[in-house]
């Protein structure tokens, strides 16, 4: 949030640019190096707050997805056999890529955990809730991986490179950053792990709430009825999806931060503003379709 000026909001599609979501780190139980696969990390060569994008919305809002984030919120991510990942069973084979997502957004690098499901080994990234290795996930760190995860989609599931800032010791603004990743795409939260709707097809399992920046806005034309970012995190996740567009953030939101530099943000019939939204940015996008 660098320019408060009044807007008109724009809807949009997507582009071929799409980016876009504490107790100290534990040892792990393992060596990596016992296990035939190599560690992944959410952006080659970055350090948080940059890494990259590339996830699915499909797998992310499957209903399945959506109650094994919900029972692995409940417990530690080493909790299964010999500090692996435990039982997912509502996942799907072909949506382990959920779990990767979450543990990149929660843990820091230095943490990792093994799925012995696919034999892969997860490592963290960005370090929102470093406390979900040994423990449930904390009530903050809910809502900072909820929106990490969200702000890490792309339909295409192309890996773009990514900023992430918000009012979180782990993802603060950066001056050196802003400059190299100053295009400002959206602002985003929920809590996709305390929901009390029933994870089933055909309909939401909660609700994220994101809106556009001004460069955003500015950036891509009205095409077909719907905003930009729609495409980004909801195309062919169908009736699942649970987006709630809340139109240009400087009229949904106040700043946040010691100098105003993250939003809070709510919809217009909500009464309070959520402090934890995560602002994703990139490198200076040229056109949407």
Known sequence: ?????????????????LNGCALSDAENPFDAEDFDVGLETA?????????TNGYGPPCFWDPGSQQALRDL?????????????????????TCREVVKNAVECALAPSQSVLDRVNGQVYQGHWGLATEWYADALSADGKRWV???????????????????????????EDVANDA???????????????????PVAGRPAFNVYVCSELEQIQQCPLAGGFP??????CDQAGNNCGLV????????????????????CKPSYGLVYNDYT????????????
């Open 1 to 17: 949030m660098k320019s408060p000026h009044l807007l008109v909001v724009l809807l949009a599609a997507s582009t071929a640019l």
């Open 43 to 51: 952006g080659p060569g970055f350090e948080p707050p940059l890494g």
């Open 73 to 93: 919120g409940k417990v530690a991510l080493t909790s299964g056999t010999g500090g692996t990942l435990p039982a997912l069973p509502t996942l799907l084979s």
């Open 146 to 172: 909820t929106a990490c995860m969200v702000q890490r989609l792309n339909i295409l599931n192309q890996h773009v490179d990514i900023l992430l800032e918000a009012n979180h010791t782990r993802i603060l």
């Open 180 to 198: 190299t990743f100053g295009f400002e795409e959206s602002a985003a939260y929920g809590n996709l792990f305390d929901s009390r709707t029933t």
């Open 228 to 233: 930009w970012i729609d495409r980004r995190i």
């Open 245 to 264: 567009y809340l139109g240009a953030c400087q009229s949904a939101c106040i700043p946040n931060g010691p100098a105003g530099e993250y939003w809070s």
């Open 278 to 289: 995560i602002r994703v940015q990139l490198e200076n996008p040229t056109s949407c379709f």
